[in-house]
């Protein structure tokens, strides 16, 4: 069934983030006493009394600026009032009714919209105030007192929510969706490329770093499947963040790989793999994520017939231990081979969870160790009994053996480029648990 959509808007730093967290239960939007902290909006899924709600948190709406990020938050602002069923116009009770406020109410009954008026920061119990009453000045009917930070008249306002809420109808189903997250430093156009993949300003795109900071969901569905596009805030060095929201974008980017299923890794073209692009590729492999690596602004470069393989030998000189990842070049400002990345992320998340018997693998493990023998030292060689698989993204095997130490890195790695070429494995890291010969495979901690 679909899920009713509320927006939350209302000027800048009137606590529309803090009573957002407080609806969602959890810390997602960013909360900081500065105005045009939330620059994107924000989902999340709300249950009310059996009903099902996506809600989205704004940025600020200035209604008259001359900001490019302020006027980019209000056009961002527009597209959720547009795309809402019912909207919530949050105000504050301790600086009263703004002439800010009065224009937005005003841009509010155009959109003919039902319209929650949720009056912030009436700390007090009991009857409300009497300058409470001035926001009815505001011209809508229900008006209602709320404290964000304590959580008083939540309930209140999502009844009245539910109150105009239409008839659950019919929605793209969004399980067996594939999740990935897009990563990258900043300005190596994470937004440019959600918003050619989604077909509309998603998120803010700027020239300017750090412009994205949350986490941004995009629902696409297309001839290829169901995906959930992630656009992220570009992960600067630990170093670099001194400003304590970028701080929060930083966790809540590696939030979004651990919960992705695959991670595209933006690199700007005309800078090349950083030592920052490096480490940005690291956390998706360390986490154990499909991955492609995906060059863009790619049609900025002048290039010759070598140009595609020159590029992907100095990919893969700076990321040597991601060498299983595809590279992709592409051009989120024209569009050129976007839609190429459909068929490389399909195929990378099958591959990822890719499940091999034990049967075969054994069999597999017998062939390449009579074409390769097992080491050995000081007279003692090394003997594989058996191997089998005990997990998915990442693949994951369990290897057992006499003797643990002797088995190097160097057959390891023989090992697994094998089992790629056999099985392949592209995109995706794999995971191997040596064990000795009476250890308990369902004690293995994988790493």
Known sequence: ????????????????????????????????????????????????????????????IEPTTENTLLRQMRDQALIAIGSADVI???????????????????????????????VNKVDTVGEVPAGFYEFYELGFEDVIP?????????????????????EEVSNPEEEGSIRVAVIGKPNAGKSS???????????????????T??????????QHGKYIFVDTAGIRRSAKVEDRIEKYSVIRANAAVEKADVCLIMVDANEGVTAQDERIAGLAHNAGKSSIIVINKWDSLEKDNSSVNNYKKDVYTALTYMRYAPVAFVSAKTGQ????????????HENANRRITTGLLNDFLSDVTARVQPPSDKGRRLKIYYMTQTGVTPPTFVLFCNDSELFHFSYQRYIENCLREAFDFSGTPIRFVIKQKGENPKGVEIK
Not at 4 to 24: D, E, L, Q, Y
Not at 200 to 209: F, G, K, L
Not at 213 to 222: L, M, P
């Open 146 to 166: 709320v404290s964000s930070v304590h959580g008083t008249g939540t309930g209140d306002i999502l009844d009245c929510v539910i109150s105009y809420l239409p």
């Open 88 to 118: 919530i116009f949050m105000t504050e009770f301790s600086v009263g009714v703004t002439a800010a406020d009065r224009e937005i109410a005003s841009m509010l009954k155009k959109s003919r919209k039902p319209i929650v008026v949720a």
């Open 213 to 222: 900071r949350d986490a941004i969901d995009s629902f696409v569905e297309n």
């Open 1 to 60: 069934m679909a899920k009713c959509t509320v927006a939350v808007v209302g000027r800048p730093n009137v606590g529309k983030s803090t009573f957002f967290n407080k609806i969602a239960g959890e810390r997602i939007s960013i909360v900081e006493d500065t105005p045009g902290v939330t620059r994107d909006r924000i989902y999340c899924d709300v249950e009310w009394n059996g009903r099902q709600m996506l809600f989205i948190d704004t940025g600020g």
């Open 193 to 211: 490329i959600i918003n050619r993949i989604t077909g509309e300003d998603r998120a803010i795109v700027s020239d300017i770093p750090g412009t």
């Open 337 to 348: 081979r976007v839609d190429k990345l459909y068929p490389m992320i399909n195929e990378i």
